[in-house]
């Protein structure tokens, strides 16, 4: 079953669009208000006039889009793809809840935690952050650390135990 939502600044004005539609029933998803929020915060002076789309799809398709597009024939929490056009779309991220929250569990985090840091990382990939270098990785790290310690989440990259 699928659904769509529009989430749109509550103050109006023209803050970030956010397109979200669920291919899959299994696990839960924040609503549409909460994943525009954390995307924003990610986004920060660049959110307003841009349109966002996040795809939540299970294990399957997740797994299938993987190993299409990064060679990696196993289901992801995210993926991220930029737009390839200028204008307000900054691209779409698939998000696979199945996986998140078996890693989240794995960890001991909230789910909800875990789902802030996908959505911003994922965000922080279609805005031109990524992690292939030592340094490019640190830097991407220090500004997801930030923006989580913003929502009151800690460090996910802290060892717990």
Same mark, same amino acid.
């Given at each position: 079953?699928?659904?769509?939502?529009?989430?749109?600044?509550?103050?109006?004005?023209?803050?970030?669009?956010?397109?979200?539609?669920?291919?899959?029933? *299994?696990?839960? +998803?924040? #609503?549409? $208000?909460?994943? !525009? &929020?954390?995307?924003?915060?990610?986004?920060? =002076?660049?959110? %307003?006039?841009?349109?966002? *789309?996040?795809? +939540?799809? #299970?294990? $399957?398709?997740? !797994? &299938?889009?993987?190993?299409?597009?990064?060679? =990696?024939?196993? %289901?992801?929490?995210?993926? *991220?793809?930029?737009?390839?056009?200028?204008?307000?779309?900054?691209?779409?991220?698939?998000?696979?809840?199945?996986?998140?929250?078996?890693?989240?569990?794995?960890?001991?985090?909230?789910?909800?935690?875990?789902?802030?840091?996908?959505?911003?990382?994922?965000?922080?990939?279609?805005?031109?952050?990524?992690?292939?270098?030592?340094?490019?990785?640190?830097?991407?790290?220090?500004?997801?650390?930030?923006?989580?310690?913003?929502?009151?989440?800690?460090?996910?990259?802290?060892?717990?135990?």
């Amino acid at each position: 079953m699928a659904s769509r939502a529009r989430a749109r600044p509550a103050t109006g004005g023209a803050g970030l669009t956010l397109n979200l539609r669920r291919l899959t029933r *299994s696990g839960r +998803v924040p #609503g549409a $208000v909460a994943l !525009r &929020s954390w995307a924003t915060l990610a986004l920060g =002076r660049r959110a %307003p006039g841009h349109e966002l *789309s996040i795809l +939540v799809v #299970g294990p $399957v398709r997740s !797994r &299938s889009l993987n190993r299409r597009y990064r060679s =990696r024939n196993q %289901p992801t929490n995210v993926l *991220s793809f930029p737009s390839a056009m200028r204008g307000p779309g900054l691209g779409d991220l698939v998000i696979c809840p199945q996986v998140l929250r078996r890693e989240a569990r794995a960890a001991g985090l909230p789910e909800r935690a875990h789902w802030m840091h996908l959505v911003i990382h994922g965000v922080l990939h279609l805005i031109g952050y990524d992690h292939e270098r030592p340094a490019d990785a640190r830097r991407m790290e220090r500004r997801e650390v930030r923006l989580l310690r913003a929502l009151g989440v800690a460090n996910p990259y802290r060892s717990v135990g």
